[in-house]
Nanobody, 126 residues
Framework: QVQLVESGGGLVQAGGSLRLSCAAS????????MGWFRQAPGKEREFVAA????????YYADSVKGRFTISRDNAKNTVFLQVNSLKPEDTAVYYC???????????????????WGQGTQVTISS
């Protein structure tokens, strides 16, 4: 049974930082592209960032480029999202997701991810 468990969310002031984590189990983690998505209140879920299985190619939504950094530790089956210079519009539930191998071209499409976590709330106060 595949499980993805996010942690690290919270309430921070604008300009602050958080480090989100997603621990995976039940899958060969090192073979999967890992992605982060987010859903703000009243909006559809949107792509944030993705990292390939190897050698760790990364890809970001324009709205977070330069502020967010995705990384992974295959030895610990964990993917991270370092979020800096946070803005009120970054408030959302952040989800991690796992995409099977050989789908890197569709890394920003949520329908191409097979497994999802339950999400972690990030709230930015102005």
């Amino acid at each position: 049974q595949v499980q993805l468990v996010e942690s690290g969310g919270g309430l921070v002031q604008a300009g602050g930082s958080l480090r989100l984590s997603c621990a995976a189990s039940g899958l060969t983690f090192s073979r999967y592209t890992m992605g982060w998505f987010r859903q703000a209140p009243g909006k559809e879920r949107e792509f944030v960032a993705a990292i390939s299985w190897s050698p760790g190619n990364t890809y970001y939504a324009d709205s977070v480029k330069g502020r967010f950094t995705i990384s992974r530790d295959n030895a610990k089956n964990t993917v991270f999202l370092q979020v800096n210079s946070l803005k009120p519009e970054d408030t959302a539930v952040y989800y991690c997701a796992a995409q099977p191998p050989l789908r890197w071209r569709t890394r920003s499409k949520e329908e191409e991810y097979d497994y999802w976590g339950q999400g972690t709330q990030v709230t930015i106060s102005s």
